[in-house]
T-cell receptor, first 114, second 110 residues
């Protein structure tokens, strides 16, 4: 079975541009979460989607948005990029029931804003 | 606020035992998780404790004391491949929103 897949793996943008990051969860997982990880720190929660509905939002500005599609894949969009948005963006999926406490992360999308 | 504190760095030699501590402050408590992350890699799940006590999985064990708001990850028979960052994390509000600690960088020396 494929794990959580994210694309692109690396990208470079300039200030003011926007970016779209994509995530495909593990087959059968209906929950997708997005995290931002700055170098040397722990992942910070951005969004969580379950059954295509936003279930949680972290302390991020409105420039950050996301959505989940009927096939449970997800997109994270960031507008008006700032230098401080440079980070590793991680997508995690989880199942329900006993598996709900296990986050399976993708390899991440490393964003550099110049 | 909600926070998790871990030591920033721990160094040990191959074959040794190391303990990584985590103290947390949360408005509600649903369990404590541990994740391993190698440089350039994704975090991978190690363990989850919802109740007090010790959970053992191979060379790794995780302990929780809810009354002390404290937990630790115990790594035995250290191997070079265990060199990585280790994060404790707690789910909040009964959802899948996790707060992660600052991470502990473990260096295993030959």
């Amino acid at each position: 079975d494929a794990g959580v897949t994210q694309s692109p793996t690396h990208l470079i943008k300039t200030r003011g541009q926007h970016v779209t990051l994509r995530c495909s969860p593990i087959s059968g997982h209906k929950s997708v979460s997005w995290y931002q990880q700055v170098l040397g720190q722990g992942p910070q929660f951005i969004f969580q989607y379950y059954e295509k509905e936003e279930r949680g939002r972290g302390n991020f500005p409105d420039r950050f948005s996301a959505r989940q599609f009927p096939n449970y894949s997800s997109e994270l969009n960031v507008n008006a990029l700032l230098l401080g948005d440079s980070a590793l963006y991680l997508c995690a999926s989880s199942s329900t029931g006993l598996g709900a406490n296990v986050l399976t992360f993708g390899a991440g999308s490393r964003l550099t804003v110049l | 606020g909600q926070s998790l504190e871990q030591p920033s760095e721990v160094t040990a030699v191959e074959g040794a035992i190391v303990q990584i501590n985590c103290t947390y402050q949360t408005s509600g408590f649903y369990g404590l998780s541990w994740y391993q992350q190698h440089d350039g890699g994704a975090p991978t799940f190690l363990s989850y404790n919802a109740l007090d006590g010790l959970e053992e999985t191979g060379r790794f064990s995780s302990f929780l004391s809810r009354s002390d708001s404290y937990g630790y990850l115990l790594l035995q028979e250290l191997q070079m491949k265990d060199s990585a960052s280790y994060f404790c994390a707690v789910p909040t509000s009964g959802t899948y929103k996790y707060i992660f600690g600052t991470g502990t960088r473990l260096k295993v020396l030959a």
